[in-house]
């Protein structure tokens, strides 16, 4: 089945740090390019961090310096390494895989289910 | 960054009628839209590319029009299922871009 599968969210203190993980399955993950996109409690949702086939990553200014994307091509796996941790960056971290478009960014094909993470003391 | 604003924000409908949520962007953005639907505690799923492409697997009930700031995403005959939250989303300029959703409920 082609899914992603996206874990290690949780509680976390402001300042503190967490990775998030996403297992990928059912097609050639080394050959997208991959994302995490977020969504806070009742709002929209905003893109936080790309990472080409070829491993360039990609930031917003919102989170540049603070997270670190990654992937284990050998084990299908997407990664999100969260530090100096805010209230604001509470939200549902999604994985998703993107389509790029020269000239452009990324459309979304697939996606995970989500995990919850929470910032506060 | 491109601004995207849907409108309604949330719509009631009934099973078996036509609804059309519209989406426009604050730059023109050529047909580089994409539209997804999202569930309660569900993975969103793609719908539309390229404005008015279904992706594999979508039924034909979807259709998505529009070009350079004004996009609209129809349902025609709603069913239970079709009950959601949508959004639209631009890939014309980095980054990428969200409109803020229209859930459409049962009326």
Redesign the interface.
């Known amino acids: 089945e082609v899914q992603?599968v996206d874990s290690g969210g949780g509680l976390v203190q402001p300042g503190g740090s967490l990775r998030l993980s996403c297992a990928a399955s059912g097609f050639t993950f080394s050959t997208y390019d991959m994302h995490w996109v977020r969504q806070v409690s009742g709002?929209?949702?905003?893109?936080v961090s790309g990472i080409g086939s070829g491993g360039d990553p990609?930031y917003?200014d919102s989170v540049k310096g603070r997270f670190t994307i990654s992937r284990e091509n050998a084990k299908n796996s997407l990664y999100l390494q969260m530090n100096s941790l805010r209230a604001g960056d509470t939200a549902v971290y999604?994985c998703?895989r993107g389509?790029a478009?020269l000239g452009?960014?990324?459309?979304?094909?697939?996606?995970?289910?989500?995990t919850l993470v929470s910032v506060s003391s | 960054d491109i601004q995207m604003t849907q409108s309604p924000s949330s719509l009631s409908a009934s099973v078996g009628d036509r609804v059309t949520i519209t989406c426009r962007a604050s730059q023109d953005i050529s047909n580089f839209l994409a539209w997804f639907q999202q569930k309660p505690g569900k993975a969103p799923k793609s719908l539309i590319y390229a404005a008015s492409t279904l992706q594999g697997g979508v039924p034909s009930k979807f259709s998505g029009s529009g070009s350079g700031t004004h996009f609209a995403l129809t349902i025609r005959s709603l069913q239970p299922e079709d009950f959601a939250t949508y959004y639209c989303q631009q890939y014309d300029s980095f980054p990428p871009t969200f409109g803020q959703g229209t859930k459409v409920e049962i009326k």
Do not use: C, D, N, Q
């Open positions: 992603l709002k929209g949702l905003e893109w990609y917003p999604y998703a389509v478009v452009g960014s990324w459309y979304f094909t697939l996606w995970g289910r989500g």
